[in-house]
């Protein structure tokens, strides 16, 4: 059977300066993959300090660029290309990937294994990104390099 991957992003706090929330594969269920964190809701697009608006995209593999030539370095035969998160309106160069606060993101989204909330803590914190990273990198990769289809849908929980 032909199943195409469905991940799903629940932002559950924006602050100041970030946003936390948590990703999950709802291929089959509900799957927890990793804590999330982006940058913070804006009405206006501020460069490199703003969240992606809500909605569906595809994913796709990015193979070229600064981001893909480092995790390439960093991680060999394992890294295939970067999760690139496509077609966002107003929005280049979306990807998933390794970081730990909002200064590690411009617009992309930041996986980790653990997560702080964001209330006191200015920038919003997620751990152990490199191991959230590892996990959830491979199915994500192997479903495109079959040619299925992925997709990422963001909800704002933090804003209903």
Excluded at 93 to 103: F, P, S, W
Excluded at 107 to 113: A, D, F, N, Q, T
Aim: aromatic share 12%; with cysteine; glycine share 8%.
């Amino acid at each position: 059977i032909f199943i195409n991957m469905k991940l799903e992003v629940l932002r559950i706090s924006s602050q100041k300066d970030s946003t936390n929330g948590i990703l999950f594969d709802i291929t089959d269920g509900r799957k927890f993959l990793a804590y999330t964190l982006e940058d913070e809701y804006r009405d206006e697009k501020v460069m490199s300090e703003t969240r992606i608006p809500s909605g569906t995209y595809k994913i796709t593999l990015r193979t070229v660029g600064g981001f893909h030539s480092r995790y390439e370095a960093k991680y060999g035969d394992f890294h295939k290309g970067m999760l690139w998160v496509r077609d966002v309106p107003g929005f280049e160069y979306i990807l998933i990937h390794t970081g730990n606060t909002d200064e590690h993101t411009a617009g992309c989204l930041l996986v980790g294994s653990s997560q702080n909330e964001n209330l006191t803590k200015k920038d919003g914190f997620i751990g152990a990104s490199t191991t959230a990273y590892k996990r959830i990198y491979p199915p994500i990769a192997e479903a495109l390099e079959k040619g299925k289809e992925v997709t990422i849908t963001y909800i704002d929980y933090d804003t209903i």
